[in-house]
């Protein structure tokens, strides 16, 4: 079970336009829990970099709405396949009517193509996608780094922030 012991998910803008959203979960690795974290970075397409897990979509959703409301979320991107960067892709994909997964051309022909509910976008490596406002996220792809072969990064560049 996910809880966070009633504390909710923290909102904390790390760099120009672009937000990260943690949650702790004391029960995952005690005694020192562990701490999920989701990115936003604003332009006039919103981009979400990790959903979190399917079972944490709500905290997620409520620290979203703190800043932006859900709905105007544009693009969905992660690191890579794995129900904690991307369980709650659907559940974001059913909240925002335009927005579209985003990821690797490995990841999309392995997983996405059939996970998603809608068709993904396939990011070719050193894609650029310009959010509008002055935000451009850069797609690397990191085969096998941090771990999983479909692995990939997004940089953006006007605050040179890596995710």
């Not at 029960?27 to 399917?54: K, Y």
Request: charge should be negative.
């Amino acid at each position: 079970m996910i809880t966070n012991s009633g504390a909710g998910t923290n909102v904390h803008e790390i760099a120009d336009g672009i937000y990260r959203l943690s949650t702790y979960v004391p029960d995952i690795a005690p005694p020192a829990g562990f701490t999920f974290n989701q990115f936003l970075v604003l332009g006039h397409e919103p981009l979400m970099f990790h959903t979190g897990l399917r079972k944490m979509f709500q905290f997620n959703r409520n620290a979203l709405s703190r800043i932006i409301p859900p709905e105007r979320l544009r693009w969905i991107a992660f690191g890579h396949f794995e129900s904690d960067d991307c369980g709650a892709m659907n559940e974001w994909l059913s909240i925002a009517p335009q927005a579209q997964a985003a990821h690797g051309q490995t990841g999309c022909m392995v997983s996405l193509n059939d996970f998603a509910d809608r068709a993904p976008r396939i990011l070719a490596d050193n894609e650029v996608i310009d959010l509008g406002g002055g935000k451009r996220v850069r797609y690397i792809d990191t085969p096998h780094t941090p771990h999983g072969w479909d692995a990939g990064v997004l940089f953006e560049e006007s605050t040179q922030t890596l995710m």
